[in-house]
């Protein structure tokens, strides 16, 4: 198992949320690790279906400023930028 299993395992035990469900606690982590798995498997597959690779924002605000400036620009294809 892993450590992040483990944890959710853990947190999802300390807050007794499996109590609503009846549903012990490391189904019910394994199931959200699945759920952020499929998401990731997701996200990927919309990347490669437009053809581009979208990066963590690290300055969110200097990405912005940038595609604002491409924008007035006039610049319609942001792939690369």
Request: with cysteine.
């Amino acid at each position: 198992m892993s450590t992040f299993i483990k944890k959710l395992e853990d947190l999802i035990n300390s807050s007794s949320i499996e109590n609503e469900s009846n549903t012990p606690d490391f189904i019910l982590a394994r199931y959200l690790h699945n759920c952020l798995a499929a998401f990731t498997a997701a996200t990927k597959d919309r990347e490669e279906y437009y053809g581009v690779y979208l990066e963590p924002a690290n300055d969110i605000n200097e990405r912005l400023d940038k595609l604002e400036r491409l924008e007035e620009a006039g610049v319609d294809n942001w792939e690369g930028y």
